[in-house]
C-alpha cells in the first residue's frame, strides 16, 4: 500500500482564510471601481482665493494686441475658468497667486478647431508669465493645467466669430 496515496485521498484541501484586512481592501477596490464608473460631468474646483480685479478682463493694449490676465492658486482652478478674444493677437498672462502648488498653462492638444502650441510650463508659487499667440479659427480652445487636470484645473478660450 502506497502510504504517500494514503495521505492525500483522506486529506481535506482547504483555501487560505483571509483576515478583516483583506476583505476590507477587496470592499474598498469594489467601491473605487464603481465610483470610477459614473456618466457625470467631473465638477469644476471652486475658487477660494480673492483674485485680481485685472484677473480676466480682456484689454486691448496700445500696440493692438489683446491682453488677459489669469489667475491660479492652492486651489486647483484658473481665474477665470473661461473667457472670449476675438481672431488675432493675444498676450495671455498666467499669475500664481499660490503659496506652495506649482502650476503650468497649455491649450489641450487636439481639442480646439486649431492648435496652440505656446505654453507655460512650470509656474512657481508667485511667478507670474506671459505669452503670445494668434487666435484664429472662431470656436472654444480648451486649456488646462496638466499638473492638476485630474483635479479638474481647465478652462476654455472662446474665439468669437469676426
Do not use: W
Not at 480682456?58 to 492658486?73: M, R, S
Amino acid at each position: 500500500m502506497n502510504v504517500a496515496a494514503d495521505r492525500t485521498r483522506g486529506a481535506r484541501r482547504t483555501t487560505p482564510r483571509r483576515g478583516p484586512a483583506a476583505a476590507l481592501l477587496s470592499g474598498a477596490l469594489v467601491l473605487a471601481v464603481l465610483t470610477g464608473c459614473s456618466n457625470s460631468e467631473p465638477t469644476l474646483p471652486e475658487v477660494t482665493r480673492a483674485t485680481s480685479a485685472d484677473a480676466g478682463v480682456v484689454q486691448t493694449a496700445p500696440d493692438g494686441v489683446q491682453e488677459i490676465t489669469l489667475e491660479t492658486g492652492d486651489d486647483y482652478a484658473f481665474t477665470p475658468a473661461a473667457f472670449t478674444v476675438a481672431p488675432g493677437p493675444v498676450r495671455l498672462t498666467v499669475r500664481n497667486t499660490a503659496e506652495q502648488l506649482t502650476h503650468n498653462f497649455l491649450f489641450t492638444e487636439g481639442k480646439g478647431p486649431a492648435q496652440i502650441v505656446e505654453q507655460i510650463p512650470f509656474l512657481g508659487p508667485g511667478d507670474s508669465k506671459t505669452i503670445e499667440f494668434t487666435a484664429g479659427a472662431p470656436g472654444d480652445y480648451p486649456f488646462e493645467c496638466s499638473f492638476h487636470l485630474a483635479l479638474g484645473q481647465v478652462g476654455t478660450m472662446t474665439v468669437s466669430a469676426p
